[in-house]
């Protein structure tokens, strides 16, 4: 994975959610827009070490599982999305909001779309920003 070798990310934990299953309203065609599609969503969260070693074994040491997966929940909860590249941007952006996160990969997968391939899908990886 072309993120890992990041020189930004040297000193870095990955935190990742694999193949995480959810039920969305997404697409742009009008069969799309009358229910639910299952998506897959894979998240990467990139940690300074320095903001992610726990001294003393605690949770709020660390980033929480808890806080991908309601980060998406969030999202979803917004209503109807077009596209996998909107949905991949917002739950990016809402990532690197979290202030220990320097970076994050998010990738969106349809698994039933076509019957000729496992799924079409979209992927992004950005590094926060220096401030």
């Known amino acids: 994975m072309f993120s890992l070798s990041h020189p930004e990310l040297n000193d870095c934990r990955r935190l990742f959610l694999r193949n995480y299953e959810v039920l969305i309203n997404i697409g742009v065609h009008e069969f799309e827009k009358k229910g639910e599609q299952r998506i897959l969503i894979n998240v990467d969260l990139f940690i300074p070490l320095a903001m992610s070693t726990p001294e003393h074994d605690q949770l709020q040491e660390v980033v929480d599982y808890d806080f ?6 969030k999202r979803m909860a917004q209503g109807h999305i077009h596209l996998q590249e909107t949905l991949c ?3 990016v952006k809402a990532m690197l ?7 994050v990969r ?3 997968e349809k698994p039933d779309v076509y019957p000729d391939c496992d799924s079409v899908g979209v992927e992004v990886f950005r590094v926060k920003e220096a401030l």
Do not use: E, L, N, Q
């Not at 991908?68 to 929940?73: F, H, K, L, P, V």
């Not at 909001?97 to 970076?103: C, F, L, S």
């Open 106 to 108: 998010v990738s969106t």
């Open 68 to 73: 991908i997966r309601s980060t998406i929940a």
């Open 89 to 91: 941007d917002d739950v």
């Open 97 to 103: 909001a979290h202030p220990k996160v320097r970076a």
